[in-house]
């Protein structure tokens, strides 16, 4: 069975600094997706940045940018310049589409909440 | 371009009940997919809709069923309601082309949520 875990139930930053979620996986496939989501106070799920596993290059979205380590099945997120609005719970996910067990349902860690400080 | 609406935006049962919840995907998506995040916890997935057939189906009990419709919104609906069903149900919609889409075309684009609380 594939699971995600992220270590790190809270962390703080302050304001413009640089942050990093941690997220680990176990799964025996090759190729899969994984995710990074932000819930809000406000509950909106939202889709930080996403990365296929045979991609060698780490994605990035703006201030959003992934290191993912395929042979560690790690894959953690940064946030640099961190903004108030950053505050959110932030959620690993994987997904593997290529198995007719799995699917393309996502598979989440249990979040780490982050809070930026002014 | 309207995104992933669910309906209704609260809501309270007591045990032994049943519940319908509601879904729209956003504009183009033909797969629905409900997931139920406990407080404090990660979302679990339920189950997934395309073509108006279950396609898969998580560790849920059969209390809980669905239907997706011609127009790919989809229902939930919960019966014999127990006070471990209290939680936020989130809906999230897909293009759902698997293998050949890669992740942007597999992505799932999530709904507010319908929290439910069983008294």
């Known amino acids: 069975a594939q699971t995600v875990t992220q270590s790190q139930p809270e962390m703080s930053v302050q304001e413009a600094e640089t942050v990093t979620l941690s997220c680990t996986y176990d799964t025996s496939e090759n190729n899969y997706y994984l995710f990074w989501y932000k819930q809000p106070p406000s509950r909106q799920m939202i889709l930080v940045i996403r990365?296929?596993?045979?991609?060698?290059q780490n994605a990035t979205e703006n201030r959003f940018s992934v290191n993912f380590q395929k042979a560690a099945k790690s894959f953690s997120l940064k946030i640099s310049d961190s903004q108030l609005g950053d505050t959110a719970m932030y959620f690993c996910a994987f997904m593997n589409p290529y198995s007719m067990e799995y699917g393309n349902k996502l598979v989440f860690g249990a979040g780490t909440i982050l809070r930026v400080k002014s | 371009d309207a995104g992933v609406t669910q309906s209704p935006t609260h809501l309270i049962k007591t045990r032994g009940q049943q519940v319908t919840l509601r879904c729209s995907p956003k504009?183009?998506?033909?797969?629905v997919s409900w997931y139920q995040q406990a407080l404090g916890q990660g979302p679990q997935f339920i189950f997934q809709y395309y073509e108006e057939e279950e396609r898969q189906r998580g560790n849920f009990p059969d209390r809980f069923s669905g239907h997706q419709f011609p127009n790919y919104s989809s229902e939930l609906n919960v019966n014999a309601l127990l006070l471990g069903d209290s939680a936020l149900y989130l809906c999230?919609?897909?293009?759902?082309?698997?293998?050949?889409?890669?992740?942007?075309?597999?992505?799932?684009?999530f709904g507010p949520g319908t929290r439910l609380t069983v008294l």
């Open positions: 504009s183009g998506h033909d797969t």
């Open positions: 990365q296929e596993a045979y991609k060698q």
């Open positions: 999230a919609s897909s293009l759902g082309r698997g293998v050949s889409g890669g992740a942007r075309y597999n992505e799932q684009f």
